[in-house]
């Protein structure tokens, strides 16, 4: 697709920091993306670049979406994610392989997901976690969502990791909260990667250093 570009994000910067980054190694304002990467987040950002790039992001974002995430078990956080604070819920150590294969089969399909407080969901056009970190208490509704697919890559207590693969606007970190209630043990989305968006995988992505010399020697042609 033309002026669609799949960049790979690490932890740290948030989305807009890497259009902004975009923005200075091409010149161009209208530069825009298909679906928020948290900044505790790595992985696929599809930008679109120009009006002809920004105008395909509309459908782009409704693409399938896949996740590697590590979730932590026996802890709650208020984030859902490692950077909120934390609360021991459980010393449970014998949950089993079994028990969360059972436990995962209840969140394939099309659900109701409650999106994280700290979010950018919009509560009368302001972002939740903007209210929430003002001291207003927030209560979001449930969505629904479609998860494709769960598969366990590893697991040993109180780490699980899994491959997600989902429709658009799942959130990881509430799959990750609500797992954990499900097992009686608590949990949060410790570590994040996403590995593709559509046609977009990691293997086709460009860091920013060789997006910088592609573009440079696009213009020179």
């Known amino acids: 697709m033309e002026n669609i570009f799949a960049i790979y994000k690490n932890k740290g910067p948030t989305s807009h920091d890497i259009i902004n980054q975009l923005r200075k190694i091409t010149g161009i304002k209208k530069i825009g993306h298909a ?20 105008k395909q992001l509309g459908k782009l974002s409704e693409s399938d979406k896949e996740y590697i995430a590590m979730i932590k078990l026996g802890e709650v956080s208020e984030t859902d994610d490692a950077e909120g604070k934390k609360i021991v819920t ?42 929430v970190r003002k001291g207003e208490k927030v209560t979001l509704g449930g969505r629904d969502v479609e998860i494709k697919s769960i598969k366990i890559i590893n697991y040993k207590y109180p780490y699980l990791k899994i491959k997600v693969v989902c429709g658009s606007g799942t959130y990881i970190r509430s799959l990750a909260r609500d797992i954990g209630q499900s097992l009686k043990t608590g949990a949060y989305l410790s570590d994040l990667e996403r590995t593709r968006v559509g046609e977009f995988s990691k293997e086709k992505s460009f860091d920013l250093n060789k997006f910088n010399k592609f573009w440079k020697k696009s213009q020179t042609k």
């Open 35 to 54: 679906g928020t990467l948290d900044p505790l987040a790595s992985g696929v950002l599809v930008v679109g670049i120009g009006r002809d790039g920004t």
């Open 90 to 131: 459980s010393n449970k150590r014998h949950v089993t392989r079994k028990e969360i294969n059972q436990i995962l089969k209840q969140f394939i399909g099309d659900i109701k997901q409650i999106p994280p407080i700290y979010s950018s969901v919009k509560i009368k056009g302001k972002p939740a976690h903007r209210r």
